[in-house]
């Protein structure tokens, strides 16, 4: 499979404690974006690597989250001291910079829930 | 106000119906223009794309894009159960940053 794949598929956990999740991006992919979903609602922005470089950055990315990507290929999210209101579907997806702007590949999400 | 925003239906026709689903967005300086698909459990795909305005065709799917009213369409002709999924609407100022609608529930009933 040659596709956007995120590790784990779901994670459950307490509150208070730290999750990080695993993308890896369609292999000659230079952009990577991560987005969170919440149930009824669209894809929401977090933040985006052009290679190893994290380019942007959304307001909603408190500083309990931080991303890598460190060599320019898998990218993770980490979530510190997790809330209740952490939970939802991290969307990674990657891209070409110099392709289709908009043509997102998107990987099937890791799903968070916060007890 | 938000970037765009989306009816979030649900939507339930007939197989064979036309669909009409649109999202209205809050800045004319907004140029990517894309509509994707999610189905249950799964990420969203992208299935149209527009730049600037105008229509673009495939297949069953038209996108049109009206920029002097900032409102973006898409219309699936002759529709299937097979196309019953969620429907985003995504807009975008520089092609970096991607801002998504809430998306329209849609059912299609044989």
């Known amino acids: 499979d040659t596709g956007v794949s995120q590790d784990p598929r779901h994670k459950i956990t307490k509150r208070g404690q730290n999750v990080t999740f695993r993308c890896d991006p369609i292999?000659?992919?230079?952009?990577l974006y991560w987005y969170r979903q919440t149930l009824g609602q669209g894809p929401e922005f977090l933040t985006y690597f052009q290679n190893e470089a994290q380019l942007e950055k959304s307001r909603l990315l408190s500083d309990r989250f931080s991303a890598e990507r460190p060599k320019g290929s898998f990218s993770t999210l980490e979530i510190q001291r997790t809330e209740q209101g952490d939970s939802a579907m991290y969307l990674c997806?990657?891209?070409?910079?110099?392709?289709?702007?908009?043509?997102?590949?998107f990987g099937e999400g890791s799903r968070l829930t916060v007890l | 106000q938000k970037e765009v925003e989306q009816d979030p239906g649900p939507l339930s026709v007939p197989e064979g119906a036309i669909v009409s689903l649109n999202c209205t967005y809050s800045n004319s300086a907004f140029q990517y223009f894309m509509w994707y698909r999610q189905y249950s459990r799964k990420g969203p795909e992208l299935l149209m794309y527009t730049y600037s305005s105008g229509n673009k065709e495939d297949g069953r799917f038209t996108a049109q894009v009206d920029k002097s009213s900032k409102y973006i369409s898409l219309f699936i002709r002759d529709s299937q159960p097979s196309d019953s999924a969620t429907y985003l609407c995504?807009?975008?100022?520089?092609?970096?940053?991607?801002?998504f609608g809430t998306g329209t529930s849609l059912t299609v009933i044989p």
């Open positions: 997806a990657s891209s070409l910079a110099q392709g289709l702007a908009g043509e997102l590949f």
């Open positions: 995504a807009i975008s100022y520089t092609g970096n940053q991607f801002y």
């Open positions: 292999s000659e992919h230079n952009r």
